[in-house]
């Protein structure tokens, strides 16, 4: 069993950063590729990033790269989400999700293949 708990949401303007962190409690983090998730109201609930356990492999969403960057510290089981140029269509609930990851270079997109989920931190981006 793994524990999610992410923090670091809140009201930004557009332009602004913004850092999301998600601590693991439970199992071996270093185990698990992780994951942010978002959804906005009456939408489905979409990638933004991904990271291998390591931290050596990352995808993106396309509506976020060039502007945000998921990393990892295992020494402090905690995952990170730092946004940049936030825009009124970052405007979401995020998740950070867990999968066990049999081998290093382990990542997913698709969230159904996550098994492990946070309460989720509401972000919220005026223009």
């Known amino acids: 069993q793994v524990q999610l708990a992410e923090s670091g949401g809140g009201l930004v303007q557009a332009g602004d950063s913004l850092t999301l962190s998600c601590l693991a409690s439970?199992?071996?983090?270093?185990?698990?590729?992780m994951g942010w998730f978002r959804q906005a109201p009456g939408k489905e609930r979409e990638l933004v990033a991904s990271?291998?356990?390591?931290?050596?492999?990352?995808t993106y969403g396309d509506p976020v790269k060039g502007r945000f960057a998921i990393s990892r510290d295992n020494a402090k089981n905690t995952l990170f989400l730092q946004m940049n140029s936030l825009k009124p269509e970052d405007t979401a609930v995020y998740y950070c999700?867990?999968?066990?990851?049999?081998?290093?270079?382990?990542?997913?997109?698709?969230?159904?293949?996550?098994?492990?989920w946070g309460q989720g931190t509401q972000v919220t981006v005026s223009s």
């Open positions: 999700a867990g999968l066990f990851a049999a081998y290093g270079g382990r990542v997913s997109t698709n969230p159904s293949e996550y098994t492990y």
């Open positions: 990271i291998s356990r390591g931290g050596v492999v990352k």
């Open positions: 439970g199992r071996t983090f270093s185990q698990y590729a």
